[in-house]
C-alpha cells in the first residue's frame, strides 16, 4: 500500500533509503522472482491438455503451432516490458498496471477497452481455475475409488465441496496485501507446475517405450475415422486458441514488472524473467504435447491425469494432481491481485475520507510480526472469492466459456497493444518495413483470435446442450 508522506519526512537518511524514486516503498524482486511470477501464470493445468491439441493439428502443424506462438508471444512481452516506463524506458515515470501503460502511450478510449479485456479476462480465469482446481482434487478421491473397486465402477463425486474447499483457501490466502508479498506463494506454484507435468511426461514416455500401438498422422485426427469434416474443422480451431492462450500472461506483466528493483533497469530484468519463463515453457510445452500424443495418438484426452489415461500407478496420479491443486492455489492469487489492487485503488481514489476504506489496522501475529488489517480489503475479496465458487458451482462448463474470453483478450493484450505502443514509443514512420511487418502480425494474430472464438462458441454451444446444473465427476 501506497502510504504518502510530507516533503518533510525525505529529510530521514533510513526514509529515503527504504523508498524507490516514486514515493512507493522499495520494490526487492529480481528476475527469478519475476520468471516465478511468469511460470507460475503460464505453465497451468492446461499444459496436460497439449496432447489434445497435437492430435488435432498433426505431427506437422502441431510443433509448428507451438513454436509459432512461442515466439510472438516472447517478442510482444519484451515490447512490453519496454513499455512500463514513459516514455523512455530506463528513465521514465512508472506505470503501475497495464491500463496505466496504454493510458501513458495511447490513450482515450482504447484505455477503457484495455481495462475491460483484462479485468475480465482476469476475472474468467479465477472461476475457471475454481473448476479446474476442484477438479483434480475429485481425481484423487475418484484415483483411489478406481484402485480400490476397479476400473468399471462409476465413482461418481461431486465436484462443489471441493471447490468450497479451494474457495476457502483463497479467502485466506487473498489477504495477502499485494503482488509485492506473492512471491514465495509463486515459487511454490513454479515447483509444483514443474512436478506434475514432469510427472505427467514421466508416463507418457513409459506408455510409449511399453510398445502399445496407437495411431498418430502427420495431419491429426482423420476426417471419416475419427471425426467428421465439420468436427475437424471447429477441433482444428480450438486447438490453434488452446496453444495460443496458453502462452499468454501480458494480463499480469506489467503488475509483475512492478516489483522489480530498479538496479539493473526493469525492463532488462523483466527481459530475462521473459527469457527464461517463456522458453521454460515452451520445452515443457513441446515434450509434453508431443509425448503425449505419442502415447495416446488421436485418441488423446483433454487432460490425461484428470480424464484417467493412466489409473496406475495410482499414488503417483494422486501425487500430481494434488501438485495441479497447489499450483492452482498460487496462480489463481497471480491472477487475482491485480483485481484486488484496481477496485481497492479506485475506491481510495472515489472516497479518500472512508476510513472503512482507507485506514490500516496494525495486529500483532504470533510468530510473524505486525499485520495490517483493511477491513474493506478483507470484506471485498472475501465477496470476491465466495462469488466466483458460486458461479463455479452453477456454471461448471464455465471452462468452455473461458475459452471464448480467452479469444477476446488475446489479441488486443498479447497482440495490439503492445506493438500500438511499441510504435508510439519509437515513433517508427507509417510505412516503414518494420512498421508493416509489425502491422501485418497484429493483423494474423486478429484472425487466429477470431478463429478461435468460433471454435469456443462451437464448443460452449455443446456444453449448452447436455448442461445439468451441479454435475458430478463420472
Not at 39 to 53: K, N, P, Y
Not at 242 to 261: C, G, H, M, P, R
Not at 309 to 329: T, V
Amino acid at each position: 500500500m501506497f502510504i504518502e508522506r510530507n516533503p518533510g519526512d525525505y529529510e530521514s537518511g533510513d526514509i529515503c533509503k527504504n523508498l524507490d524514486d516514486d514515493g512507493r516503498v522499495k520494490r526487492t524482486g529480481t528476475w527469478v522472482t519475476a520468471s516465478a511470477h511468469i511460470i507460475t501464470a503460464v505453465i497451468g493445468s492446461g499444459v496436460l491438455s497439449l496432447a489434445w491439441a497435437i492430435a488435432q493439428l498433426g505431427w506437422v502443424a502441431g510443433p509448428a503451432v507451438l513454436m509459432a506462438f512461442s515466439c510472438i508471444t516472447y517478442f510482444t512481452s519484451t515490447l512490453l516490458a519496454d513499455c512500463y516506463r514513459a516514455p523512455d524506458p530506463v528513465y521514465g515515470k512508472r506505470n503501475y498496471t497495464y491500463m496505466d501503460v496504454v493510458r501513458a502511450y495511447l490513450g482515450g478510449r482504447k484505455v477503457q477497452l484495455c481495462g475491460l479485456a483484462q479485468y475480465v479476462n482476469l476475472l474468467g480465469v479465477t472461476i475457471g481455475y475454481t473448476i479446474t482446481a476442484s477438479i483434480s482434487m475429485v481425481a484423487v478421491k475418484r484415483s483411489n475409488c478406481f484402485h480400490k473397486h476397479g476400473h468399471h465402477v462409476k465413482c461418481q463425486t461431486s465436484n462443489n465441496p471441493f471447490m468450497a474447499i479451494f474457495a476457502c483457501i483463497q479467502i485466506v490466502l487473498s489477504q495477502i496485501p499485494n503482488f509485492h508479498n506473492l512471491s514465495w506463494l509463486s515459487i511454490l506454484a513454479a515447483i509444483m507446475s514443474f512436478a506434475y507435468s514432469s510427472i505427467g511426461l514421466g508416463l507418457s514416455i513409459a506408455k510409449v517405450a511399453g510398445g502399445e500401438h496407437v495411431r498418430t498422422t502427420l495431419t491429426g485426427v482423420t476426417v471419416g475415422v475419427d471425426v467428421s469434416g465439420s468436427e475437424k474443422i471447429w477441433r482444428t480451431f480450438q486447438a490453434i486458441g488452446d496453444i495460443a492462450f496458453a502462452y499468454a500472461y501480458s494480463t499480469v506483466l506489467v503488475e509483475i514488472q512492478d516489483t522489480i528493483k530498479s538496479s539493473p533497469p526493469e525492463n532488462k530484468s523483466m527481459k530475462r524473467a521473459t527469457t527464461l519463463g517463456v522458453s521454460t515453457t515452451t520445452i515443457f510445452y513441446v515434450l509434453c504435447g508431443l509425448v503425449g500424443y505419442a502415447a495416446f495418438g488421436n485418441d488423446a484426452r483433454g487432460n490425461f491425469l484428470t480424464g484417467f489415461g493412466f489409473y496406475e500407478p495410482f499414488w503417483l496420479i494422486d501425487f500430481a494432481n494434488i501438485c495441479i491443486a497447489i499450483h492452482l492455489i498460487g496462480a489463481y492469487q497471480v491472477f487475482a491481485q491485480p483485481l484486488f489492487g484496481f477496485i481497492e485503488g479506485w475506491c481510495a481514489r472515489r472516497w479518500p475520507e472512508n476510513k472503512f476504506i482507507t485506514r490500516e489496522h496494525a495486529v500483532d501475529v504470533p510468530c510473524y510480526g505486525v499485520y495490517y488489517v483493511n477491513f474493506f480489503r478483507l470484506v471485498w475479496r472475501t465477496g470476491y472469492v465466495i462469488v466466483t465458487a458460486v458461479v463455479a458451482m452453477i456454471f461448471p462448463f464455465f471452462n468452455d466459456f473461458l475459452g471464448l474470453i480467452g479469444a477476446g483478450s488475446f489479441w488486443p493484450l498479447t497482440v495490439y497493444f503492445p506493438i500500438e505502443m511499441h510504435i508510439a514509443q519509437t515513433k517508427l514512420p507509417k510505412y516503414s518495413f518494420r512498421w508493416i511487418w509489425l502491422k501485418v502480425l497484429s493483423w494474423v494474430c486478429l484472425i487466429v483470435s477470431l478463429i478461435a472464438a468460433a471454435g469456443s462458441v462451437q464448443g460452449l454451444i455443446q456444453s449448452l446442450k447436455t448442461f445439468k446444473p451441479f454435475q458430478t465427476q463420472d
